[in-house]
T-cell receptor, first 116, second 114 residues
Framework: DTGVSQDPRHKITKRGQNVTFRCDPI?????LYWYRQTLGQGPEFLTY????????KSRLLSDRFSAERPKGSFSTLEIQRTEQGDSAMYLC??????????????FGPGTRLTVL | KQEVTQIPAALSVPEGENLVLNCSFT??????LQWFRQDPGKGLTSLLL?????REQTSGRLNASLDKSSGRSTLYIAASQPGDSATYLC?????????????FGDGTTLTVKP
């Protein structure tokens, strides 16, 4: 396993369209996180899963955003009716668990979304 | 609400110089602190993770310290190289039952000149 992977790496869409991103975590990791990062800023937390359960969601995750992790493995993040303000890098991370060194987060390469 | 600040926002040094990057946070009830490196347009690479009970961690030329009581962490880079040029981010995880989200600073962009 070479790490966290994300697909696609780049997405250009028109305002109002729906987009879906996929994240495949490191295989034995049961925690998966989604963050959003805009230019010059640090990543902002969106949501995280432990196995298939979505345990926390940020206020940033409006009702146009939905995330799933149906079998506790890969996750998808969907944005409906995209707006120009959704343009950002969407980052996925995973970790082994909650305690000790297992809490270290490993990030994927990100999906760059551009909304025209 | 946890706030994380990294100063300076940008730093330029000549090759070979030792340097310190700073990270401060407002809520000392943290679970851990993690330092990352980010190259332009790329994802984040984990550098060091410090648990709340630890004072420092070392990896190669990197040394990270943590002082929870003062809400500060530093990342020391020894003998800097041009390949160290990147943005360095710190992230703190709050102490709670879920210990889920991390709060990031906006990073320090480091340029090491040959």
């Amino acid at each position: 396993d070479t790490g966290v992977s994300q697909d696609p790496r780049h997405k250009i869409t028109k305002r109002g369209q729906n987009v879906t991103f996929r994240c495949d975590p490191i295989s034995e990791h049961n925690r998966l996180y989604w963050y959003r990062q805009t230019l010059g800023q640090g990543p902002e937390f969106l949501t995280y899963f432990q196995n298939e359960a979505q345990l926390e969601k940020s206020r940033l995750l409006s009702d146009r955003f939905s995330a799933e992790r149906p079998k506790g493995s890969f996750s998808t993040l969907e944005i409906q009716r995209t707006e120009q303000g959704d343009s950002a890098m969407y980052l996925c991370a995973s970790s082994l668990g909650a305690g000790g060194p297992g809490n270290e987060q490993f990030f994927g390469p990100g999906t760059r979304l551009t909304v025209l | 609400k946890q706030e994380v600040t990294q100063i300076p926002a940008a730093l330029s040094v000549p090759e070979g110089e030792n340097l310190v990057l700073n990270c401060s946070f407002t809520d000392s009830a943290i679970y851990n602190l993690q330092w990352f490196r980010q190259d332009p347009g790329k994802g984040l690479t984990s550098l060091l993770l410090i648990q709340s009970s630890q004072r420092e961690q070392t990896s190669g030329r990197l040394n990270a310290s943590l002082d929870k009581s003062s809400g500060r962490s530093t990342l020391y880079i020894a003998a800097s190289q041009p390949g160290d040029s990147a943005t360095y981010l710190c992230a703190v995880r709050r102490l709670n039952t879920n210990a889920g989200k991390s709060t990031f600073g906006d990073g320090t962009t480091l340029t090491v000149k040959p």
